[in-house]
């Protein structure tokens, strides 16, 4: 695992085996994002057993087959589809491809799991609402910033216990490093990953959402530039947006792709929360000139203030919840509607992006 690299940044966790060997098959299509490899760790520490593979890029396949020797490349996508014994297809292709994918798994009877963002656009949202519905089955949603990062899952169980009373506020950041060169052309285009605050504002949603138990938001503001990328003009580099949930919480995001060379870690990702009774600040991959291991939690409240440090001490329990919602129809790692609220209000917040002109100096009259 790269920390340096957030494009290939796969986590390892705990293994908690929630099924038995040969109980839950999946198989894994597209793999244009190297998120594919902390999805299938997931599941695979949770029990499942990744028995096939297909992309078209003969390089891709050969690295994701040596990382799992027991995979078996498949020659199509069709291949795998018809496979009754596969239960479910991860998925982290092209974004602006991952619906149509997700409704051709759908129809051959399999559940989706995918990399965010998983929509560039509303219609698709719409389609995936339409197709679960009609079957039955999940459409899961890769937000790995909360759901493969132990320090955020610990959080969410501090803020269940009432430890910091209401939870009415949260800022979220998310810096990444760019490392253009490493990076596939349709990197650069919005047309193809949604734009910044579709893509990796997508994580920051969903942490809203879920740290305060809201069911919806409005945008209120948001916006996006390209202050460096100029080689990419169509690029963004920067975005944030300020939303307000239907319970009173507010929030304010920030993301970029400004992390610095001289940084341990692929992006110094933080998130404060602000309850009635205290207020939480994580600190996700690194804590910056103390320590290079990141899973840092600061907790202050009537009772005084904690630190602790939670890599390996968690857990993630979402991939063994998921399969387990797969297998027996219920919804206890992520409901299907909060997966879809999350993913359509980040589209939302790039819909309504203001478009910063970036020279050098500009009127402000």
Not at 111 to 131: C, M, R, S, W, Y
Not at 156 to 168: D, F, M, N, P, S
Not at 187 to 194: I, L, R, S, V, W
């Amino acid at each position: 695992m790269d920390k340096k690299d957030g494009m290939n940044y796969a986590p390892k966790g705990l293994v908690n085996h929630v099924v038995e060997k040969g109980e839950f098959p999946f198989a894994a299509i597209g793999l244009d994002h190297g998120h594919i490899y902390g999805m299938c760790n997931g599941l695979i520490e949770a029990g499942g057993e990744l028995v096939a593979v297909y992309d078209p890029d003969p390089n891709k396949l050969e690295r994701f087959c040596t990382t799992y020797p027991n995979v078996i490349p498949a020659a199509s996508e069709e291949e795998i589809l018809k496979n009754p014994s596969i239960k479910l297809i991860a998925a982290a292709n092209i974004p602006v491809d991952r619906c149509d994918l997700g409704l051709r798994v759908l129809d051959a009877g399999k559940h989706f799991f995918v990399d965010k963002p998983g929509f560039t656009n509303l219609d698709q949202i719409e389609k995936a609402k339409k197709k679960t519905a009609e079957t039955g089955l999940r459409w899961g949603i890769y937000y790995s910033e909360r759901l493969h990062v132990e320090s955020a899952v610990f959080a969410g169980q501090l803020i269940e216990e009432g430890a910091i009373g209401r939870v009415i506020q949260v800022t979220g950041m998310g810096p990444h490093r760019a490392n253009p060169d490493s990076r596939p052309d349709w990197f650069f285009d919005p047309k193809y990953y949604g734009g910044i605050l579709c893509d990796i504002g997508s994580h920051q949603v969903e942490q809203f959402l879920h740290y305060t138990g809201a069911k919806d938001a409005k945008v209120l503001h948001s916006k996006v530039a390209n202050y460096n990328f100029k080689k990419y003009p169509k690029f963004e580099d920067y975005g944030d947006a300020t939303l307000v949930a239907d319970n009173g919480a507010t929030f304010f995001f920030r993301v970029d792709w400004f992390t610095p060379d001289g940084l341990g870690t692929w992006g110094d990702g933080r998130v404060f929360i602000l309850g009635t009774d205290g207020y939480i600040e994580i600190r996700k991959y690194i804590d910056i000139a103390r320590e290079n291991q990141g899973d840092h939690l600061y907790l202050v409240n009537h009772q005084g203030e904690k630190q602790y440090q939670l890599s390996g001490k968690v857990g993630c329990p979402f991939f063994g919840e998921f399969i387990l919602d797969c297998l027996n129809g219920t919804e206890n790692a992520m409901t299907q509607e909060h997966a879809f609220k999350a993913a359509s209000l980040c589209i939302e917040a790039q819909d309504k992006a203001i478009k910063i002109e970036t020279a050098e100096r500009l009127s402000v009259n």
